[in-house]
């Protein structure tokens, strides 16, 4: 099975910055889609970003401008840069995968993913 291990995550100021990485176990990003998702307690989980396999981005509202995804085959890693971090972005971020490219539409949607890894936490204090 494909595992996925997150890291990045930790406290910061308001306004500040982290960059998240996802790297897999025994398979390669390479045509792969991914994603980066997020559940704060009490709420819903939700989809901040993805990046399809054929190049396809997609990002939630809330974190346009703020946020991008990125990968780097070099290192077989996945990365989400986060800059201008306000307290509503305070929650667990998880990283996922899917072998096959999404619709557009069912980018940002959870059940396109069959891959996820545990987490990392991040908080943003104000």
């Known amino acids: 099975q494909v595992q996925l291990v997150e890291s990045g995550g930790g406290s910061v100021q308001a306004g500040g910055s982290l960059r998240l990485s996802c790297t897999p176990s025994?398979?390669?990003?390479?045509?792969?889609?991914m994603a980066w998702f997020r559940q704060a307690p009490g709420k819903e989980r939700e989809g901040v970003a993805a990046l399809a396999s054929d190049g396809r981005t997609r990002y939630a509202d809330s974190v346009k401008g703020r946020i991008a995804i990125s990968k780097d085959n070099a290192v077989n890693t996945l990365y989400l840069q986060m800059n201008s971090l306000e307290s509503e972005d305070t929650a667990m971020y998880y990283c996922?995968?899917?072998?096959?490219?999404?619709?557009?539409?069912?980018?940002?949607?959870?059940?396109?993913?069959?891959?996820w890894g545990q987490g990392t936490q991040v908080t943003v204090s104000s």
């Open positions: 025994r398979v390669t990003y390479l045509g792969y889609s």
């Open positions: 996922a995968a899917a072998p096959a490219p999404p619709s557009s539409l069912r980018l940002l949607q959870s059940t396109t993913y069959n891959y």
